[in-house]
């Protein structure tokens, strides 16, 4: 497609439950991030692919959090035993390359409210 | 302190005015982004500084790297130019390989 597609729009998940967000990044993108947006603050990075590997995963909050990349094109993040503090906007952005010269597109966020 | 700093938070203007959103970093970069995100919560991008100006329409972004600043300003303001305005910043001196965020600027422009 012509942008980063995430699903779910949003998502409203009972405390306890597991979830899994989906990021469809631009084909032919290399690098692939996963953000976490609380509401009011910027976004803070949770982990980082380039390709299929995991290059980065030190602002991942606990070890509920888990990202995988397999075919290194869409991307899971999974959140298991929910808890209200996860509740937020998770974003995904991809780039063509692993470098700051060529920019970022960001989907349009999946939020998530854990009731 | 935030290796990001924007202001104002909150900014509140009349349609037509001129607006400037201020940005301090406190490292080294490769690039700054200016980035838009409305109510729905998608990030656009609007901008990525690594010198000098850059002008999209009614848009203009400026950055200083010795002064570690940029500012982004809106000329004749619009309702429609109403979001949140948030700054990033790319390596080489960031945490690996991803943006760091400021808070953002919360601009609501008033016909």
């Known amino acids: 497609g012509a942008g980063v597609s995430q699903s779910p729009r949003y998502k409203v998940a009972k405390r306890g439950q597991d979830v899994a967000l989906r990021c469809d990044p631009i084909?032919?993108?290399?690098?692939l991030f996963w953000y976490q947006q609380a509401l009011g603050q910027g976004p803070e990075f949770l982990t980082y692919?380039?390709?299929?590997?995991?290059?980065?995963k030190s602002g991942l909050p606990s070890d509920r959090f888990f990202a995988e990349r397999p075919e290194g094109s869409v991307s899971t993040l999974k959140i298991q035993r929910t808890q209200q503090e996860d509740s937020a906007v998770y974003l995904c952005?991809?780039?063509?390359?692993?470098?700051?010269?060529?920019?970022?597109?960001f989907g349009s966020g999946t939020r998530l409210t854990v009731v | 302190k935030n290796e990001v700093e924007q202001s104002p938070q909150n900014l509140t203007a009349q349609e037509g005015e001129f607006i400037t959103i201020n940005c301090s970093y406190s490292?080294?970069?490769?690039?700054l982004h200016w980035l838009q995100q409305h109510p729905g919560g998608g990030i656009v991008s609007l901008f990525m500084?690594?010198?000098g100006k850059k002008k999209h329409g009614r848009l203009i972004a400026t950055i200083n790297i010795q002064e570690k600043h940029s500012s982004l300003h809106i000329t004749a303001s619009h309702p429609r130019d109403s979001a949140v305005y948030i700054c990033?910043?790319?390596?080489?001196?960031?945490?690996?390989?991803?943006?760091?965020f400021g808070e953002g600027t919360q601009l609501t422009v008033n016909p």
């Open positions: 952005a991809s780039s063509f390359s692993t470098g700051a010269n060529y920019g970022y597109t």
């Open positions: 084909s032919g993108h290399v690098s």
């Open positions: 692919f380039q390709n299929e590997a995991q290059l980065d």
């Open positions: 490292v080294g970069i490769s690039a």
């Open positions: 500084l690594s010198s």
């Open positions: 990033a910043v790319d390596g080489p001196e960031t945490s690996g390989s991803r943006l760091t």
